[in-house]
């Protein structure tokens, strides 16, 4: 379980990103964060594995507490908390192989990662991921000859690699089209439910981030207004969390989108039934 307490961050120029953030994440639970462009979701996400200090408050990881640790505890700590990013951070020359083993390399030592020699139990993990997110047949592809969606399931394989406790994921879907989003999301909920892994998603599409976690909480100027199940962001809710911005409109744009793929499903089956 992740626990977040009474999280703030100031930063050096005086700029307050987060105030009082305070929630906790059950094992297998995925939450959407959501809120306007500078309401503190990356600040969030980055105080958790203390990429960005915290200014004052905890996060607490099972019986770890992540805002007390030394450097080397630190180092061990992240090893159990998985990151995804938007632009998928792979090593373009590397096999997608190498990319998932790379998840390893916090605990493999340095000796070993240099000449790239894995233990046979991490290979073996890195197999049965890569099967799980639909890439076996490309484990010995380069990871530059793949598609985005492709890219993000080796992002995804390479942070369970790292066999975490926790999940922070930094908008997964913001380099994909509205389809392929959709399957990221849903294969990111799966995994969690299935092996109990708490995940926290910073994720702009409001509707995405509805149909697919388990929870949202919602931050405006760094601060939480909204926590709770997806059927509970009502317009008012919705309004609290952006405030002015058209929410309307990013709602329509996706269900615009989902029609799209409803009709494509049925031409397909059309053209399928011709054949
Ligand atoms: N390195 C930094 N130094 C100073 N201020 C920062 C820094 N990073 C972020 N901020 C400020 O902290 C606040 C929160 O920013 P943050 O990037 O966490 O928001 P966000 O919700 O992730 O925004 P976006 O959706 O645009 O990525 C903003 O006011 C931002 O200007």
């Not at 996400?45 to 450097?71: K, M, Q, W």
């Not at 090593?91 to 990319?99: P, Q």
């Not at 790379?102 to 493999?108: D, N, P």
Request: with cysteine.
């Amino acid at each position: 379980m992740l626990s977040v307490e009474k999280l703030t961050k100031v930063y050096r120029t005086g700029d307050t990103a987060l105030t009082d953030v305070t929630f906790t994440v059950p094992k297998g639970q995925v939450v959407g964060l959501i809120g306007p462009s500078g309401a503190g979701k990356s600040t969030l996400i980055r105080c958790v594995n203390r990429l960005v200090e915290p200014t004052s408050g905890a996060v607490r990881l099972g019986d770890l507490d992540i805002t007390r640790l030394r450097a080397r505890d630190l180092r061990r700590a992240r090893r159990r908390i998985g990151m995804i990013f938007q632009e998928y951070a792979l090593v373009e020359r590397l096999t997608v192989m190498e990319n998932v083993l790379s998840g390893r390399l916090g605990y493999v030592p340095f000796w070993r990662s240099f000449t790239r020699r894995f233990p046979g139990p991490d290979i073996a993990r890195a197999f049965a991921l890569l099967d799980r997110v639909g890439l076996s047949a490309h484990a010995d592809k380069r990871a530059d000859a793949l598609s985005g969606g492709q890219r993000q399931r080796v992002g995804i394989a390479r942070a369970l690699e790292q066999e975490p406790d926790l999940l922070l994921i930094d908008e997964p879907t913001a380099s994909l089209d509205p389809r392929t989003s959709r399957q990221i999301m849903r294969l990111i909920v799966e995994i969690c439910r299935e092996s109990g892994l708490p995940a926290i998603i910073n994720i702009h599409d409001v509707v995405l981030a509805q149909q697919f976690a388990d929870r949202i909480i919602g931050l405006q100027s760094g601060r939480v207004v909204f926590d709770g199940p997806p059927a509970q962001l009502t317009g008012d809710a919705l309004t609290a969390i952006y405030g002015a911005e058209d929410w309307t409109a990013m709602r329509q744009s996706a269900a615009d989108d989902a029609e799209a793929e409803a009709e494509e499903r049925d031409e397909a089956r059309k053209m399928l039934r011709a054949l």
